[in-house]
């Protein structure tokens, strides 16, 4: 139950469209569900803006899809990360509006009314290899709600590409720079903006590559002072940090 859910619920109340056993009924569910198997945190977006989301590794298909259902029930958006293709036909036969981003392995439910997107988040990648991990953190900030510019394969390896945009870049409110290999396109970004960069090391690359440890500890050592990290492959955490950011910037931040 978001914000507006809950005010509207309350509103009802006083004016006697509802009454207190049927206002108890639909909140008897907060702060939290124990299933068994979890406690869902109906409570979170209350607290944080954005409902508790799914990761499925390590889940049953029938412990996602109950988990699924019940955050559902409450009327907000909801996502499911590291999702597969036989998750989101169980979803699908119980839930038809369920949706499957495959690049980006998640599977979503948009039950919310789009508000008016203000500002942009510019998401980033150094090769197309790294376009999926990418995904997950445009398809997270987009059910948050927020406007993403996407600029993908513009990797050091040829830095013309990425000056090309450097306008669309400069005009965003925070930027998400994705890269595997050595990892070095995001200290180029916090080179060239003035907002916050989020640097997402991926595990695309060689061996010395470390499936992503030698990303990762060049952007942890970056010079740019401008530059966050968040851990290997991990772009819902980007897409959720940048929205914050971006809504923190326009005001926005309910």
Do not use: W
Not at 92 to 120: C, M, N, S, W, Y
């Amino acid at each position: 139950m978001n914000i507006e859910s809950l005010n509207h619920l309350l509103q009802q109340v006083q004016s006697g469209a509802a009454s207190i056993e049927q206002a108890l009924e639909k909140l008897k569910h907060l702060p939290f569900e124990e299933t068994g198997c979890a406690h869902i945190d109906h409570h979170r977006t209350l607290r944080c803006g954005m409902p508790e989301v799914i990761f499925c590794p390590g889940k049953t298909t029938d412990q996602i899809v109950d988990i699924f259902s019940r955050l559902a029930a409450q009327g907000n958006n909801v996502l499911a990360t590291r999702a597969d293709e036989n998750t989101f036909q169980a979803l699908k036969a119980k839930l038809p509006d369920v949706q499957f981003e495959t690049a980006a392995r998640a599977i979503i439910l948009r039950q919310e009314e789009d508000k008016p997107k203000v500002g942009h988040i510019a998401l980033v990648t150094a090769g197309t290899g790294d376009i999926p991990v990418a995904e997950e953190a445009r398809v997270t900030a987009d059910l948050m709600n927020q406007n993403v510019q996407t600029i993908y394969d513009v990797g050091v390896a040829g830095l013309h590409r990425l000056l090309s945009h450097s306008r669309e870049i400069q005009n965003a409110n925070v930027v998400i720079a994705v890269a595997g290999m050595e990892g070095a396109l995001a200290s180029v970004i916090g080179g060239m903006v003035a907002v916050p960069v989020i640097a997402v090391p991926t595990s695309i690359g060689y061996g010395a590559s470390f499936g992503g440890i030698a990303p990762l500890l060049t952007m942890l050592n970056s010079c740019a002072a401008g530059v966050s990290v968040v851990n290997i492959d991990n772009g819902f955490a980007a897409g959720y940090i940048a929205a914050i950011i971006n809504n923190q910037t326009t005001g926005d931040n309910k």
